[in-house]
T-cell receptor, first 111, second 111 residues
């Protein structure tokens, strides 16, 4: 079975502070991991995928297979980063395979 | 940039009634999905669809649910006899390969 755990419902940080949104997964194999973001009243948008190894809006995430983690990090939080962040896992068993989501973490960046 | 669209944005129905939620996936995408999110809970996979047939479905997707691609553009989710517990946000998604793009959602309220 595949499972994604995001232990924090809410993470509140000051502007300019570092951010780390935690994500742990359970999957017997090599999954594909994603971070989706949902800004207020907007749709779920793809932020990062682990296979791309890119930085989007200053965010990075590294897949740690030993710790089964895919934490999302940003060195300096901005007000516009305030949103819901969802970690998701996809089994590489076929192109139409489902995403399994975590419960999400609300990031609140304050002045 | 092309986007997935969904109608209506909000649907209110009486328990036992049938509802049809509509989605227009991104035009060149081949794989289609429905997810739902009950208030305060995680986004859950319902069903995936490819080449005019269901690829995968979850335990939630019982006989009350059905999906259809009636023409070249729409992708619909039908709930035959709604229950109170069907109240949720329903998200449609589409993909060309492994990255899924989400619609804005339809909020279904069953009274």
């Amino acid at each position: 079975a595949q499972r994604v755990t995001q232990p924090e419902k809410l993470l509140s940080v000051f502007k300019g502070a570092p951010v780390e949104l935690k994500c742990n997964y359970s999957y017997s194999g090599s999954p594909e991991l994603f971070w989706y973001v949902q800004y207020s009243r907007q749709r779920l948008q793809l932020l990062l995928r682990h296979i791309s190894r890119e930085s989007i809006k200053g965010f990075t995430a590294d897949l740690n297979k030993g710790e089964t983690s895919f934490h999302l990090k940003k060195p300096f939080a901005q007000e516009e980063d305030s949103a819901m962040y969802y970690c998701a896992l996809r089994a590489p068993t076929g192109t139409a395979s489902k995403l399994t989501f975590g419960t999400g973490t609300r990031l609140q960046v304050t002045l | 940039e092309p986007e997935v669209t969904q109608t209506p944005s909000h649907q209110v129905t009486q328990m036992g009634q049938e509802v049809i939620l509509r989605c227009v996936p991104i035009s060149n995408h081949l794989y289609f999905y429905w997810y739902r999110q009950i208030l305060g809970q995680k986004v859950e996979f319902l069903v995936s669809f490819y080449n005019n047939e269901i690829s995968e479905k979850s335990e939630i997707f019982d006989d009350q649910f059905s999906v259809e691609r009636p023409d070249g553009s729409n992708f619909t989710l039908k709930i035959r006899s709604t229950k109170l517990e069907d109240s949720a946000m329903y998200f449609c998604a589409s993909s060309l390969q492994d990255t899924q793009y989400f619609g804005p959602g339809t909020r279904l309220t069953v009274l």
